[in-house]
């Protein structure tokens, strides 16, 4: 196997979160089947103990995390099934900002298959 791209992950996560995660995971499962190693500060940062999304200032204190670490990946994987959402736009933003490379993806109305079951 040759190793695997970096990447940084786009999704929503604020709204409906436990459907946000579930398609974040099935978003890195694509990323892992087509050859991305992914990193996804949102599914990280906020749970349980660690940041509260909800409090603005650890909600800042979260993106601004997540874009350093973004920067040092390869490229950002936008997926946009269901839209982008501010937080998105930041990092799409801050990855023109530095010329990353950007692709963008959608699963489909199906995205649910991509998890593993």
């Given at each position: 196997m040759s190793k695997a791209?970096?990447?940084a992950i786009e999704s929503p996560y604020a709204g409906d979160v436990e459907t946000?995660?579930?398609?974040?995971?099935a978003a890195m499962r694509w990323?892992?089947?087509?050859?991305?190693?992914?990193y996804a500060s949102h599914g990280l940062l906020t749970q349980d103990g660690v940041?509260?999304?909800?409090?603005?200032?650890?909600?800042?204190?979260?993106i601004k995390l997540g874009l350093d670490m973004a920067a040092r990946t390869d490229l950002r994987i936008v997926f946009e099934d269901f839209g982008i959402s501010s937080g998105?736009?930041?990092?799409?933003a801050h990855a023109k900002s530095i010329n990353q490379g950007i692709i963008y993806v959608?699963?489909?109305?199906?995205?649910?298959?991509?998890?593993?079951?």
């Open positions: 791209l970096t990447s946000n995660l579930q398609y974040l995971r990323c892992v089947l087509n050859g991305y190693s992914p940041l509260d999304d909800d409090d603005p200032e650890e909600r800042e204190l979260g998105m736009q930041r990092g799409i959608r699963l489909g109305d199906q995205w649910e298959k991509w998890l593993k079951k």
